[in-house]
């Protein structure tokens, strides 16, 4: 049994590293040293945050967390942030979860048991469970690391790559990394830069010449631009690399603030800017494949109804700017067993048909015709229904003759034969959730069917 020593004791540990430190070698970008990076990346730990609510994904968030959200076709938000963890080379993950966790949990036990703990490679959920305060849960994003403190120091990792759980995007850690180690950091932030108008609902981030960051604002009503750029801002993507033994200090002292919220975002950060080495490492210098090209490598907060539908429907365009048939940065996932996608009937007026759509394994149309449309896996669309701008989760059925129009139809949702969605807004209003750009959610809930497994 493994015994669990209080934190003042944490020497016994994590000892002194006695090796020369990475900091005092040439970096990747210097010798591009492939060594480097993987004896960077073996000595860090990553800590995925996966327990927000995601309150505004509406009812789609009922009975799971939004990183456990069904995204693309085949896949869960998480996959995005756990396969650049494994891509990346770093294998020891922690995955904090706390609301409406059962889904989460059930497909990371599914889909991301595969690392063999032999060599030290493992992806351990890491749920609430009152570790620090007997009386609360995680009551912010730094508590959430902090209450779980004794597990990743059982590791002894150099680095901590701290990392939320619910963006889509294609990003190599280890690049991060190795600007981290490169500028001898405390801390690095990963940023992009955002519309003016749209970073009141991030971090932002002044920096000067260096890139070393001078201010950092969560969430500010009046947000600070770019210099020479007014109407840009810079602005945290929510992943963090600290030096472990920093991370830990810095934990340990908020914890003992009176009033803090716990929060790295509203409490580390700002703390630490003027007194520590902060540097921001801009997105571009570490996305991966077709995504870096242009201004803005592709990065999607899917937190909105109108935003998970319309980064599902990019998926099915000729080109999306997110690229899923990348070999070298595959995105893993749990795969169900199912038969090949099926269209069946070739009459006139009755054809199976699907065009310009993302269609899964299982799914079935028959004799129904469906446009810009995202399927996911054993989804039925009967005879003479038509389906258009849909996005349609898990196990769907749709009836004959249905028409179903911009919308997310929720996991394992019947749509009766006959029902029009997306062509009366007021009808839609009064059966189902509409968001401000008139996509519809449907629930099995809202047609009367009772829960669905989610």
Known sequence: MVKLVHWEERETIMPTNTHRSLAQSKTPHENHDQHFINQATRNTFAFILAGGRGTRLKQLTDFRTKPAVPFAGKFRIIDFTLSNCINSGIRKIGVATQYKAHSLIRHIQHGWSFLDGRFGDFIQLLPAQQQIDETQWYQGTADAVYQNMRFVYRYDPQYVLIVAGDHIYKMDYSLMLADHIARQADMTVACIDVPLAEATEFG?????????????????KQPPSIPGRPDRALASMGVYIFNAEFLLDQLKRDAATPGSSRDFGKDIIPHIVPRHRVFAHRFADSCV?????????????????????????????????????????????????LPPAKFVFDDDGRRGQAIDSMVSGGCIISGAEVKRSLLFSSVHVHSWASV?????LPGVDVGNHAVV???????NARIPAGMKIGVDPEEDRRRFYVSPNGIVLVTAEMLGQGAAAR
């Open 204 to 220: 932002v981030m002044g920096i000067d010449e260096d890139s070393r960051v001078v201010t950092f604002v969560e969430k500010p």
């Open 289 to 337: 494949g077709g995504t870096c090209s242009g201004q803005n490598p592709y990065w999607r907060d899917v937190g909105t109804i109108d935003a998970y539908w319309e980064a599902n429907m990019e998926m099915t365009k000729v080109t999306p700017e997110l690229n899923l048939y990348d070999r070298d940065w595959p995105i893993w996932t749990y795969q169900e067993q």
């Open 388 to 392: 258009s701008d849909a996005v349609l």
């Open 405 to 411: 129009r911009r919308c997310v139809v929720d996991k």
